[in-house]
C-alpha cells in the first residue's frame, strides 16, 4: 500500500518517520543543551557495529567556540551561508583498519558503509527530536583532517550541522526553495535481481 507524505510517494508501506525526515539548511542560532547533542551521539552509538568492531568516531564543535571557527573555515562559501546559524558543527571520521583475532591491524574494508549506518541513526534520533541535522560533504577534507588532527589510520567522511529549526526566509534567496523534501528515484532504478542491471 502506497503513502503520500510531504509531498513524498512510496510505492509500498513504509514507517513515516522515511518520509517526514528529510535535510533542511535553515536553523536559528539557539544552543543546544548537553543533553540533546549527547542524544545524537546515543544513538549513532547503537548503530549495527560491524562485529562490534564500531568505526565511526565524532568530532564536534559547539557554536560561538574557537572549536567551531576552525571546523567552519573548512567549509566551501555555499555551506558557510547557512552553517553560521548551526548550534554544533560534527566531523564524522572512520577507523580505517581494525584489529584481528591475534591483536593485529588489517584493513577494515567496510568502515565507511558502518559509519554511514552511525550518521542515519544520528539523523533520524535529530528528527524524532525536532532538530536540524544536516551532513555535508562540501568542505575541505584535507583542511579538515590537519586542523582536527585525525590520524592517518582514520579516514574524515563527512561534516554534519546540528541545530533547531529556523525561519526559512533568514537563508540566503536562493537557499530558500530548496527546504523543502526532496523526491527519490524509482525502486526500479535501484534494485537488481541477481544480477547489475537485470529487471
Request: aromatic share 10%.
Amino acid at each position: 500500500m502506497s503513502k503520500t507524505i510531504n509531498g513524498r510517494t512510496t510505492k509500498y508501506d513504509i514507517d513515516d518517520q522515511f518520509l517526514k525526515r528529510h535535510s533542511p539548511r535553515a536553523m536559528s542560532g539557539e544552543k543546544l543543551s548537553q543533553e540533546e547533542l549527547m542524544t545524537l551521539f546515543e544513538a549513532a552509538r547503537w548503530a549495527p557495529s560491524a562485529s562490534n568492531i564500531q568505526p565511526w568516531r565524532f568530532i564536534y564543535a559547539i557554536r560561538e567556540t574557537p572549536e567551531f571557527e576552525n571546523m567552519f573555515s573548512c567549509l566551501v562559501d555555499f555551506n558557510k551561508s547557512w552553517c553560521k546559524n548551526a548550534a554544533a558543527l560534527i566531523v564524522t571520521i572512520s577507523a580505517k583498519t581494525s584489529l584481528s583475532s591475534k591483536g593485529e591491524p588489517r584493513p577494515n574494508v567496510t568502515h565507511s558503509f558502518d559509519t554511514g549506518a552511525a550518521w542515519e541513526n544520528l539523523a533520524l534520533q535529530a528528527f524524532e527530536m525536532n532538530l536540524v541535522a544536516h551532513g555535508m560533504s562540501g568542505f575541505d577534507f584535507k583542511k579538515a583532517a590537519e586542523v582536527l588532527g585525525v590520524p592517518d589510520d582514520y579516514n574524515v567522511e563527512m561534516m554534519i550541522a546540528v541545530g533547531k529549526p529556523g525561519k526559512v526566509e533568514n537563508l540566503p534567496e536562493a537557499l530558500r526553495a530548496m527546504e523543502t523534501p526532496n523526491d527519490r528515484r524509482p525502486l526500479e532504478e535501484t534494485i537488481f535481481q541477481g544480477k547489475f542491471g537485470a529487471k
